[in-house]
C-alpha cells in the first residue's frame, strides 16, 4: 500500500516538474524586422534551450540596441531583453543562461554583426566569433569565444 502511494506520488511529481520549469523560464523579448528569417532561427533555439520567447516585430531594431545601451558598432539583426540585460545578435543560449546566472554589473551581451555558425545562423561552415559582455561604463570584454 504505502509503496503503491509513494509510486503514484513519484509520478505526480515528475508530471508536475516540466509545468515548473516552464512557468520558472524566463522570458526573452525580441525586437526584430518582420523580414527577418535568422531572427526567427535565433528565437527557436532559444526555445529549444529553455526559454519562453515574445517576439515583437518592429521597424527599427536598432532603436532597441540603444534603449538596451549597446554601442551601434556591437550591432546586430536584433536585439532580445531578458531581466534587465540587453541581448544583441546571435548569443548563444548557454551564455545567456550563465549572464543570468552570474548576475554582473552590465548591459548585457553582444554577438557584432552575424557570423556564420552562431545560433540562427547555421550555414555551409562555422566561423570563429566572440560573444562581449557589455560592461556597464560601455567598455566590452570577451565573455566567451568559439571557434
Not at 26 to 35: A, L
Amino acid at each position: 500500500m504505502i509503496r503503491r502511494l509513494f509510486s503514484r506520488a513519484a509520478i505526480a511529481a515528475a508530471l508536475c516538474t516540466p509545468m515548473f520549469a516552464m512557468a520558472a523560464a524566463p522570458i526573452i523579448e525580441v525586437f526584430k524586422s518582420e523580414s527577418c528569417g535568422c531572427c526567427g532561427a535565433w528565437v527557436e533555439h532559444l526555445k529549444a534551450n529553455g526559454f519562453a520567447t515574445r517576439v515583437v516585430n518592429v521597424e527599427n531594431p536598432s532603436d532597441y540596441r540603444e534603449r538596451g545601451g549597446i554601442p551601434d558598432k556591437l550591432g546586430s539583426c536584433h536585439t532580445g531583453m531578458v531581466q534587465g540585460y540587453a541581448i544583441e545578435g546571435h548569443v548563444p543560449a548557454s551564455d545567456i543562461k550563465r549572464l543570468l546566472a552570474q548576475k554582473p554589473k552590465a548591459k548585457g551581451l553582444a554577438v557584432p554583426a552575424m557570423p556564420l555558425g552562431s545560433p540562427g545562423m547555421e550555414g555551409p561552415r562555422k566561423d570563429p566569433y566572440d560573444v562581449l559582455l557589455v560592461q556597464a561604463n560601455g567598455q566590452t570584454k570577451v565573455f566567451k569565444h568559439y571557434n
